[in-house]
């Protein structure tokens, strides 16, 4: 996972604008919910595949590493994992070029490299207008109001599944939103928008002055007025905005009121409740409505009273989509959503629900950012155990973040204090929260049944940034436009006289003649002598503080992916070496700046460098018998298939792994 996702054109997704589409989308959701088991139960009786195993069970952990997962299991703390390494099957997992999480969990999903799945990064460009957007969904504009669309390509394979009678439940597997129909049922995750149409945006309420933008939220200024009686009460009037409806932003009148003597508790109204709030709690999930004429929707918000005096601020985590009420589907079928509210009620749907923004803004502090991932955590836990008891043959998959978001915060810590320190402690009680999601899981398995553990990618510390466009700049490769200021988005750019560029977390791209709108580029011979060039300098490129060189690996795309796709990707991926990243300058477009920069944020855990630096980690409930080269995430769609001795089709490019061995009871 990567916050970049947060950012770039095209996040955005309109809210269903009439009510009536809503309800008739909802009323069909509940039919197709309600007669869903009577057609798979006639599906599997009719071509229902023989297999060696009844169930199969999938637990993602996003970002567990398996030189940190070997180094607690050998200490004592993660028995659960180890006793699927001992009894089992442990290994080192290769993931994708590169490592990046939409890319990554597409080609678990798949089978396939990116080049057939469209996924290359959180971002992609507008061929016209060089701007990014988000990679895995777009919004196509149809008379009948907007629609979401998957931009992520080829089958997962649990659609192979339920064509062959297999039931499967897909809990948040990222890129899966918008959710597609298959013979099962499905709640999306990562690249799922909030509210506001974004990828998740906070707001905060201060007191203080608003002193510069912030990245990721909004800060509005209040007023802090006294309440009648001399001083001795306090009252904050203001507004919580909502999503667009009907071209205009919406709002939900706010109230905070207090005792200046108990400044640490509160009462906050909103939307007709009134919520007692204590300075650092959270308050559970709130139902927040937003209404333009006939129009309604409702979502979700959870608030921390961060401190009512001397200076006032309250926090608001992204709107969430409201899964009892969603405004636009979350799950399929739309019902499912709707069904997990009622049975573990509201729970977080934004596809990147820890609010990392909000913690490397300082707008919370790192003991609330705990409570909020593992809040959410327990949420998924819930969820995902009581599918895993009602489903009785199938798959049952479910990814876990809490790995990935703990190591992004606290990892240089961790590594600088070698596990001593705070950072060590919270990230090591993360994988101890993951290993007794793990015991919980085997308590429940049969003889018949097949457990994987897997992670898309490892982790390494993000110490040093290295800002692409300035070093293009510098090489002559790509030029400013005369008297411009920096800015982002690449708006600087003269493209007149730019050869290459780069945004997002890995690529470089070609400035091509008869691809961008505006390409100096040839295609073929001269494309491939730039690329070649590029990628030799890189390779040779050193960092001056040190004398060390930072790349590791340059892939060239046209070597690197194969497919239908395979044109849509970067014209070369960089393969950094731990430690370094492309900068945050360069992942927005910036082309300012020195080439090399230390990594002041927060964010001082990553994994977008070359996929030999994080392998991620599997393991298994039974024997594997790996593929020579070792396993790779595109193996476990045909291992999966396997189970069930369904033919994997020809496309496929992951190995089916051979399980056998019954190991559990």
């Known amino acids: 996972m990567n916050m970049l996702a947060y950012i770039g054109p095209g996040a955005g997704f309109a809210v269903i604008g009439s009510f009536a589409i809503l309800l008739v989308a909802l009323g069909l959701g509940v039919l197709t919910l309600v007669s869903l088991p009577f057609r798979l139960a006639i599906g599997l009786l009719r071509r229902r595949p023989a297999g060696q195993f009844r169930r199969c069970v999938v637990i993602g952990f996003d970002g567990m590493d398996p030189r940190r997962a070997a180094a607690l299991m050998d200490a004592g703390r993660l028995p659960n994992l180890a006793r699927l390494r001992e009894s089992g099957a442990f290994a080192p997992l290769g993931s994708t070029c590169p490592p990046i999480s939409p890319v990554a969990w597409s080609t678990f999903a798949t089978g396939v490299n990116p080049g057939k799945h469209n996924i290359f990064d959180f971002l992609k460009r507008d061929l016209r207008t060089y701007l990014p957007e988000l990679s895995s969904a777009r919004i196509v504009k149809e008379k009948g109001g907007d629609r979401a669309v998957l931009l992520r390509k080829s089958r997962p394979f649990w659609h192979l599944l339920g064509e062959r009678g297999v039931w499967s439940t897909i809990l948040r597997v990222p890129v899966t939103y918008p959710p597609e129909r298959f013979a099962g049922l499905s709640l999306s995750a990562m690249c799922t928008p909030d509210l506001r149409g974004t990828q998740g945006e906070f707001t905060v309420f201060q007191s203080a002055p608003v002193a510069a933008a912030t990245t990721g939220g909004r800060r509005i200024q209040v007023t802090m007025g006294p309440e009648g009686d001399g001083g001795s009460r306090r009252v904050v009037r203001t507004a919580l905005p909502g999503p667009c409806l009907r071209g205009r932003e919406v709002q939900a009148r706010l109230e905070v009121r207090w005792q200046v003597a108990k400044a640490g508790e509160a009462e906050l109204r909103v939307c007709g409740q009134r919520l007692r709030v204590r300075a650092g709690e959270y308050t ?104 895993l008891r009602r489903t009785r043959r ?39 929260t993951c290993d007794r999601l793990v015991g919980k899981t085997l ?19 993000f110490a040093r940034g290295v800002n692409v466009n300035a070093w293009l700049r510098e090489q002559g490769y790509l030029a400013v436009q005369e008297g411009a200021g920096d800015g982002e988005l690449l708006r600087t750019v003269d493209w007149a006289r730019t050869r290459a560029y780069s945004f997002g977390l890995a690529g470089i791209y070609l400035n091509l003649q008869g691809r961008e709108a505006q390409g100096i580029v040839a295609p073929g011979v001269a494309a491939q002598a730039l690329k070649d060039e590029i990628a030799a300098k890189l390779a040779a490129l050193a960092d001056p503080a040190t004398g060390q060189p930072v790349v590791r690996q340059v892939y060239d795309a046209a070597r690197v992916y194969a497919g239908p796709y395979a044109g849509h990707a970067p014209d070369l991926v960089v393969g950094w070496r731990k430690e370094y990243r492309h900068s945050w300058e360069t992942a927005v477009g910036r082309t300012d700046g020195p080439v090399f920069a230390d990594n002041p944020s927060l964010w001082s855990g990553d994994h977008c460098v070359d996929r030999e630096e994080v392998p991620g980690v599997l393991f298994c409930s039974q024997r594997l018998e ?40």
């Open 626 to 665: 790996l593929p020579a080269r070792g396993a790779h995430l595109a193996d476990l769609a045909p291992t999966i298939l396997g189970l069930w001795r369904i033919p994997v089709p020809a496309y496929m490019d992951g190995e089916a792994m051979r399980v056998g061995g019954m190991v559990f009871s």
């Open 284 to 387: 559970p999930w709130v139902r927040i409505s937003f209404r333009s004429g006939w129009t309604r929707v409702r979502g979700l918000c959870r608030f921390l009273l961060v401190a009512c005096e001397p200076e006032f601020r309250l926090y608001v985590t992204p709107l969430q989509i409201d899964p009892e009420h969603p405004a636009m589907p979350v799950s399929w079928p739309n019902a499912y959503s709707i069904y997990l509210a009622k049975l573990h009620g509201p729970f977080a749907t934004l596809g990147l629900a820890e609010d990392t923004w909000a913690l490397t803004e300082g707008v919370i502090d790192e003991a609330a950012f705990r409570q909020q991932v593992e809040s959410i955590h327990a949420e998924r836990e819930a969820m995902f155990l009581n599918a």
């Open 443 to 461: 308590a429940q398995l049969g003889p018949q049944d097949v457990l994987f553990v897997l992670s898309d990618h490892g982790f390494t510390t």
């Open 394 to 432: 199938g798959v049952c998959a479910c990814v876990f973040d809490i790995t990935d978001r703990m190591q992004h915060v606290f990892l240089r810590r961790s590594e600088e204090a070698a596990g001593a320190g705070a950072g060590g402690r919270a990230i090591e009680e993360a994988y101890v």
